[in-house]
Nanobody
């Protein structure tokens, strides 16, 4: 059974940085595309980064140039480096498998104060 566990969230001031981690188990991690999503209160869940099995990445304009997704297949872990954080980045961040029926983590809260 797939299990994804996010960590690294917290409270940071605007302009600061955080690095989220997502440890995967129960899946063949290296062949799965992975993604990070976020959901702010009262808003729909939003895709913020994807990475293919071969390492190709993609981002929406809202985070492009500030967020970087990466993966370490030796550790079955996907990361999200978030720089130049803004208050509007405040949300619960989730990792998930991408491209098929998703497996979701439990989420980690990121709060950016102004």
């Amino acid at each position: 059974q797939a299990q994804l566990v996010e960590s690294g969230g917290g409270l940071v001031q605007a302009g600061g940085s955080l690095r989220l981690s997502c440890a995967a188990s129960g899946i063949i991690f290296s062949i799965n595309a992975m993604a990070w999503y976020r959901q702010a209160p009262g808003k729909q869940r939003e895709l913020v980064a994807t990475i293919t099995a071969l390492g190709t990445t993609n981002y929406p304009d809202s985070v492009k140039g500030r967020f970087t997704i990466s993966r370490d297949n030796t550790k079955n872990t996907v990361y999200l480096q978030m720089n130049s954080l803004k208050p509007e980045d405040t949300a619960v961040y989730y990792c998930a498998t991408y491209g098929g029926p998703p497996n979701w983590g439990q989420g980690t809260q990121v709060t950016v104060s102004s």
